[in-house]
Antibody, heavy 117, light 109 residues
């Protein structure tokens, strides 16, 4: 059984960066395709990007290109999502989720990132 | 970009009711559609993929149908634990684009 455990809540100032982690257990990170989805307060789900195992590359949603970086540390089975140039609209719960051809079968518990001056 | 429109956005129903939620795609997506359930403060949970395949462990009162541009999620007999928000997701553009519908909140009548 896959378990994804994310890092704790963060409060950041506008213009700062945030890095959220997602620790995998039950499988190794190399056996999974990890993606990131966010949800603003009271709003719907928004896909940010993830790893494409076919090409071995990370794909970013157009909206976040240039501002988001997703990385993996296979030695610790931990995935990371870093979002820079934060603005108030980035206040959201950020989820990691493992994907099978784009279907998200396992999810982390979510990390609340609050952007406020 | 493919847009997904869910209807209704809000639904009030009673335990035992049959509930149907619709998801319409802005262009044909074959059967590349999944459904998720989300309860307040929790991560989404996968219910159905490939438009009609039930994820392991999901009760059989949930079913999905459709292809092309119109899809439905049906709960045959609503249970107290089913009150939640439901989202559809298209995978037709995977891996370069994955999009979700706006959600349907199912509340107790």
């Amino acid at each position: 059984q896959v378990q994804l455990v994310q890092s704790g809540a963060e409060v950041k100032k506008p213009g700062a960066s945030v890095k959220v982690s997602c620790k995998v257990s039950g499988y190794t990170l190399t056996e999974l395709s990890m993606h990131w989805v966010r949800q603003a307060p009271g709003k719907g789900l928004e896909w940010m990007g993830g790893f494409d195992p076919e090409d071995g590359e990370t794909i970013y949603a157009q909206k976040f290109q240039g501002r988001v970086t997703m990385t993996e540390d296979t030695s610790t089975d931990t995935a990371y999502m870093e979002l820079s140039s934060l603005r108030s609209e980035d206040t959201a719960v950020y989820y990691c989720a493992s994907s099978v051809a784009g279907v998200f079968d396992y999810w982390g518990q979510g990390t609340l990132v609050t952007v406020s001056s | 970009d493919i847009q997904l429109t869910q209807s209704p956005s809000f639904l009030s129903a009673s335990v035992g009711d049959r509930v149907t939620i619709t998801c319409r795609a802005s262009q044909g997506i074959s059967s590349y559609l999944a459904w998720y359930q989300q309860k307040p403060g929790k991560a989404p949970k996968l219910l159905i993929y490939a438009a009609s395949t039930l994820q392991s462990g999901v009760p059989s009162r949930f079913s999905g149908s459709g292809s092309g541009t119109e899809f439905t999620l049906t709960i045959s007999s609503l249970q107290p634990e089913d009150f939640a928000t439901y989202y559809c997701q298209q995978l037709n553009s995977y891996p370069r684009e994955l999009t979700f519908g706006g959600g349907t909140k199912v509340e107790i009548k």
